[in-house]
């Protein structure tokens, strides 16, 4: 059973850190890019950063690069977003997404909420 299993949110101060996690099962992870998307109420659901089966990693959007780092352990079989200088903008949903050719998951989710 393919399972992807986000965990890290929470409630942060604006210029706080998070990292989330997302640990993966039922498949093999090694071989799958993996992705973190966000998705703000009202708002459609944005790729937030990218990270290859070899581990080249990118970051999406120019309003996260600088602040947003993903990384994967694939001794762990879990991919991370690090998150430094958060902003209220940065409030959403986090999703994990695994996707190798035509075979994708994605993970339940985890509520980032950036407030004081």
């Known amino acids: 059973q393919v399972q992807l299993v986000e965990s890290g949110g929470g409630l942060v101060q604006p210029g706080g850190s998070l990292r989330l996690s997302c640990a993966a099962s039922?498949?093999?992870?090694?071989?799958?890019?993996m992705r973190w998307y966000r998705q703000a109420p009202g708002k459609e659901r944005e790729l937030v950063a990218t990270?290859?089966?070899?581990?080249?990693?990118?970051t999406s959007a120019d309003s996260m690069k600088g602040r947003f780092t993903i990384s994967r352990d694939n001794a762990k079989n879990t991919v991370y977003l690090q998150m430094n200088s958060l902003k209220p903008e940065d409030t959403a949903v986090y999703y994990c997404?695994?996707?190798?050719?035509?075979?994708?998951?994605w993970g339940q989710g985890t509520q980032v909420t950036v407030s004081s």
């Open positions: 039922g498949f093999t992870f090694s071989s799958f890019a």
């Open positions: 997404n695994a996707r190798q050719w035509s075979r994708e998951y």
């Open positions: 990270i290859t089966s070899a581990g080249g990693s990118t």
